[in-house]
Nanobody
């Protein structure tokens, strides 16, 4: 089992920045990729950014490219999502997720490919 604990998030004005972090514990050696998903009211959960744990390959939703950056600290089993130039459309609950699937270089885009989830953290952008 892998446990994921998120921190960060909160309320920010449009144009501002926030950072959310995810610390993994437990059987972290089994993780092949991690991602940040978000879900706004009435919308489906979507992958915002992901990173392959072995190769370091990253993946971003088109809506956040150039504004969000995902990074990892393998020694601390930690993933950070830096969010800049935030706008009201970024308001959502953000979830950290991890998969133990056989993803050697890729990052799966769909939530059902992920085995472990954090509790979620609210990000609210005021316009």
């Amino acid at each position: 089992q892998v446990q994921l604990v998120e921190s960060g998030g909160g309320l920010v004005e449009a144009g501002g920045s926030l950072r959310v972090s995810c610390a993994a514990s437990g059987r972290t050696f089994s993780i092949s990729a991690m991602g940040w998903f978000r879900q706004a009211p009435g919308k489906e959960r979507e992958l915002v950014a992901g990173i392959n744990w072995g190769s370091g390959t990253t993946r971003y939703a088109d809506s956040v490219k150039g504004r969000f950056t995902i990074s990892r600290d393998s020694t601390k089993n930690k993933v950070v999502l830096q969010m800049n130039s935030l706008n009201a459309e970024d308001t959502a609950v953000y979830y950290c997720a991890a998969t133990s699937g056989s993803y050697y270089f890729s990052i799966p885009p769909f939530s059902d490919s992920y085995d472990y989830w954090g509790q979620g953290t609210q990000v609210t952008v005021s316009s």
